[in-house]
């Protein structure tokens, strides 16, 4: 319900009223109402109000040594930053004895002058790179960390094995706040674990966890909680007199067509059925994951059958997080092989069922996606925006170039398709309609938050109900204003209770009004060739709760001894100028070189020795090219992005033409017959994505025809205008890229300005620098590196034979060796040598020493790690824990062979020391077991 105010607003009772009358007392409250020049010469926005009350609160409760967990519903600009910024201010105020409290004092404060912030590097980067006064690092153990007598920002990865990394920081930093940023663009699912983890190594340091309102965390957090609701961004705005933007209430909207509406509703019963039956004959499978990944995609289909099967197949890729096209997820599905009858009869029902479903809907129209056309072209004919919000990236691309293909150029403007899922998702801004046409899944309920004059949620109609059932409840949890008299008041008034925390849970009651989610039913059919009917499912007694499990969070499940390796996309192998690993990239990658003075588009497969990349430099010795510097351009400015996003249609024309004639060269006769003369080398360039587009608008009228683009001509002026200003961008940045790594070198320069960002010279100095190619792998080239002699299992049971009472390979090794396409037997030998040689006689006589077995890796080149943290072995503990001899046994303890993101040239050997047998045990030898980041 949206409040109303008179039109003289007294001041409000309860905790807003008290956070009034006592603003003048918030420690550096002129910074967080006003001081635009201060936020500005720092590269940041000022804060909103409700953004500028919620940091106040922080700063109350951390002056005195509290943790706090802020949520705020979710925007487009970053808040950390500007929390960080503030938390810097707080310090300084201390430090010169303007606060006086039980932690923010000048004698804590004395030598406690580091800040670290947990989250995702690159982002956190991009955030921070224009700080002229917080001196952000990126933290990991490759670097050496001293002391600082001087104010910084650390930066931690927070997805990585933190053992090392956090003992690092311990022994090295003091810091006077530790913030933990919670979204999933931040530490996201290992949020919980480094919260809990975090006292042991800096105990009474307050902690901030920064989150969205409404985001569902696996358990609570263990501080106090203040939590901005949209009804109290509205009262707040509403209060300093700025534009409001937040809905009064959600929408839930569905097409009425009942033939996909009865066939996903026996599909989704069917499935939980089967997996019930599966669940009591033994667990799940990688068959049954799947089936109910085909059961998802199925529900969710927001665009034809054939539109998304030709998109999806752009992006199909294997390995451990692969995408593939819903008939591809059908064929492992029939491979299931249930254990009864029973089983193997509903399990042959449903691939009966969908294939001729799937059959039916190749020359169909769903009502789902025929109501997201309705609603768009409402959009357009009203002159506003909207944004539709699908689950990832390639769902949100393929929706999007079908709207536009359907609507025409003038959707590109209005409309726009945004994904929830994923740390690259932001959110967008200024608009008058959100269509939430993707699940709304505990991972993004919280996109509910979203700033818009109006919400529409799509479903089905059978899923009306629980649907309607889950946005109140979270609406009347995280949108109704909060209660006067609750946590907030006793919070901002300091008394919190000796015991516990406050949990900030309480809403105001008199804003509920029993209306805060409708119901709408288009009367929208689709489009069918021929007449199909679908038989109605009524769940029988006793299984009222199969839409509820269908509904919740997809959790793939594969059994260890189903993890096959699958063929993934052809790679090049790139070995950098000053750096010690080499680095794999997809041949089709787009790259930004740096040629001359300007950035020039190419792939990886046309990069050669010599060529010159601008390298980001991030943990764990991990580089971006340039294009993610780029990348930090086009989020600040929305014109460049929408730019950027019209140019990159120049590739969909390429693309559609290459499905239709297969060919560069079929492709390049079809242009000559159009009397455009071009090389074939060139057309090849074009189809590996080499350009950003061509300089003649001839080639992209003649393709935007031939991919049957509705106003071809007015679309072929926008793509060529867009690639001009792309490719001039590019120059700029190029030339201000190459003067600003020069000049930075001049000690008497202190700021490095790039476009329209500023970076202060040490920033810029630890974040970019210019690697030069070396060399350059093929392996799919290079077949014969393959046609090795031997195994890794053949050299290892050949040293088990020679040294058998020293080692042992147990039969999960040999699984795991046979799998493993390691290519580098010499050096996996010489570790071999090491375990004989160096561990076993460490541990059976005690006569060598740690010291003395690194030594000996060291040339191989290897390493040795004591063990995995806490937090990875908790949430791996099925890969970490094995059964040996009866007993439970860690084999955390392994050695390390290269450091690059390809089997080809990485290699874990996890062991354990058997003191009853006097052996070495032999767990695993392949690819790195899952850390908190795989």
Request: hydrophobic share 40%; with cysteine.
């Amino acid at each position: 319900m949206k409040p109303t105010f008179p039109a003289t607003t007294p001041v409000p009772k309860g905790w807003r009223g008290l956070v009034e009358e006592s603003w003048p007392a918030v420690t550096a409250s002129e910074l967080l109402r006003g001081g635009d020049e201060i936020w500005h010469a720092e590269g940041l926005s000022t804060p909103k109000e409700e953004e500028a009350v919620a940091l106040a609160a922080m700063g109350r409760l951390l002056r005195y040594g509290q943790s706090v967990h802020l949520n705020l519903p979710i925007g487009r600009e970053p808040t950390l930053p500007r929390l960080a910024f503030y938390l810097h201010r707080l310090r300084l105020d201390a430090a010169g004895g303007l606060m006086r409290s039980a932690w923010l004092n000048p004698v804590t404060i004395a030598h406690r002058n580091d800040l670290i912030v947990f989250g995702r590097p690159r982002r956190m980067l991009r955030d921070f790179s224009t700080s002229a006064v917080m001196r952000p690092m990126v933290v990991d153990t490759i670097r050496p960390l001293a002391p600082s007598e001087f104010q910084r920002t650390l930066l931690v990865n927070g997805h990585g094995d933190l053992l090392e990394t956090l003992k690092l920081l311990s022994e090295k930093s003091l810091p006077f706040a530790i913030v933990v940023q919670v979204t999933p663009q931040g530490c996201d699912g290992n949020s919980v674990s480094i919260i809990k983890v975090l006292p042991d190594f800096f105990p009474g340091i307050p902690i901030v966890a920064l989150g969205y309102t409404g985001q569902v965390l696996s358990e609570p957090l263990p501080m106090h909680t203040w939590n901005t609701r949209i009804g109290d961004v509205v009262a707040l705005r509403h209060a300093s007199c700025e534009p409001l933007t937040c809905t009064p209430n959600v929408e839930v909207v569905a097409a009425r067509d009942p033939v996909m509406d009865a066939f996903v509703k026996k599909l989704g019963f069917m499935v939980w059925n089967l997996k019930r039956k599966m669940e009591e004959t033994g667990g799940l499978s990688r068959e049954l994951s799947a089936l109910m990944a085909v059961d998802r995609a199925l529900r969710c289909l927001n665009v034809p059958l054939p539109v998304h099967e030709q998109g999806t197949l752009r992006h199909v890729r294997g390995g451990r997080y692969p995408v593939r096209m819903i008939e591809s997820w059908l064929e492992i599905a029939s491979r299931l092989k249930g254990r009864r009858g029973d089983i193997q009869e509903l399990h042959a029902q449903i691939l009966v069922m969908t294939r001729n479903m799937m059959k039916d809907l190749t020359e169909a129209k769903p009502g789902r996606g025929e109501a997201l056309i309705q609603l768009c072209g409402q959009v357009l004919n009203s002159d506003q925006r909207a944004c539709v919000l699908v689950g990832g990236r390639r769902d949100a691309e393929i929706l999007q170039s079908y709207i536009e293909r359907r609507l025409g150029p003038e959707a590109i403007e209005n409309i726009t398709v945004s994904q929830m899922d994923g740390s690259t998702a932001v959110p967008p801004e200024g608009i008058d309609l959100a269509i939430y046409a993707g699940v709304l899944y505990p991972s993004r309920i919280h996109w509910l938050g979203l700033a818009a004059k109006r919400k529409l949620v799509l479903c089905h109609p059978f899923e009306q109900e629980w649907v309607c059932q889950q946005i109140d409840r979270w609406w009347q949890g995280y949108a109704l204003p909060s209660a006067p008299t609750g946590d907030k008041q006793r919070l901002w008034s300091l008394e919190w209770p000796a015991q516990g925390c406050l949990k900030d849970a309480l809403i105001d009651n008199e804003a509920l009004c029993g209306n805060e989610t409708s119901f709408t039913l288009f009367e929208i059919d689709g489009e069918y060739p021929r007449q199909m009917r679908v038989a109605q499912l009524e769940a029988t007694r006793g299984f009222k709760d199969w839409l509820n499990v269908l509904m919740t969070e997809p959790l793939p499940v594969q059994r260890d001894d189903e993890i096959a390796p699958e063929p993934t996309r052809d790679v090049v192998v790139l070995h950098l100028e000053g750096q010690s690993e080499p680095i794999r990239w997809a041949v089709n990658h787009q790259i930004l070189r740096l040629q001359d003075d300007e950035l020039v588009v190419c792939t990886a497969r046309d990069l050669e020795v010599g060529n010159e990349l601008v390298m980001l430099v991030s943990s764990d010795e991990r580089v971006a090219t340039q294009r993610d510097l780029f990348d930090m351009f086009v989020q600040n400015n929305h014109g460049l992005s929408q730019t950027l996003r019209i140019a990159e249609k120049w590739q969909e024309f390429v693309d559609a033409g290459m499905q239709k004639f297969e060919t560069a060269i079929e492709l390049n006769s079809y242009l000559k017959s159009k009397r455009y003369e071009v090389h074939n080398n060139t057309v090849q360039n074009w189809a590996h994505g080499g350009v950003i587009g061509p300089k003649d608008p001839a080639a992209i009228r003649l393709l935007a025809e031939l991919a049957e683009i509705p106003s071809a001509d007015k679309m072929t002026t926008m793509v060529a205008n867009a690639i001009q200003v792309i490719r001039a961008e590019h120059r700029r940045i190029g030339s201000d890229l190459r003067r600003a790594i020069a000049v930075s070198r001049n000690r008497d320069v202190s700021a490095v300005q790039v476009g329209s960002r500023r970076f202060s010279r040490d920033v810029f100095d630890a974040m970019v620098q210019i690697s030069r190619v070396v060399g350059i792998e093929r392996p799919s080239l290079e077949q014969s590196s393959f046609a090795q002699r031997r195994s890794l299992k053949d050299l290892a049971l050949d040293f088990a034979i020679e040294h058998g009472n020293k080692v042992l390979f147990t039969s999960g090794c040999e699984r795991s060796m046979s799998r493993s396409a390691y290519a580098d037997l010499q050096a996996f030998g010489e570790v071999l040598k090491v375990l004989v040689d160096g561990f076993y006689p460490m541990y059976a006589k005690h006569s060598k020493s740690l010291k003395d077995v690194e030594g000996m890796l060291a040339p191989i080149p290897a390493s040795y790690a004591g063990g995995m943290s806490d937090v990875t072995k908790g949430k791996h503990e099925q890969h970490y824990f094995r059964q040996y001899e009866g007993q439970r046994v860690d084999i955390s303890r392994h050695i390390k062979l290269g450091r690059a993101y390809d089997p080809r040239y990485t290699l874990r050997l996890y062991f354990h020391w058997d003191a009853e047998r006097a052996k070495v045990v032999v767990h695993h030898a392949g690819e790195h077991l899952p850390t908190l980041t795989s």
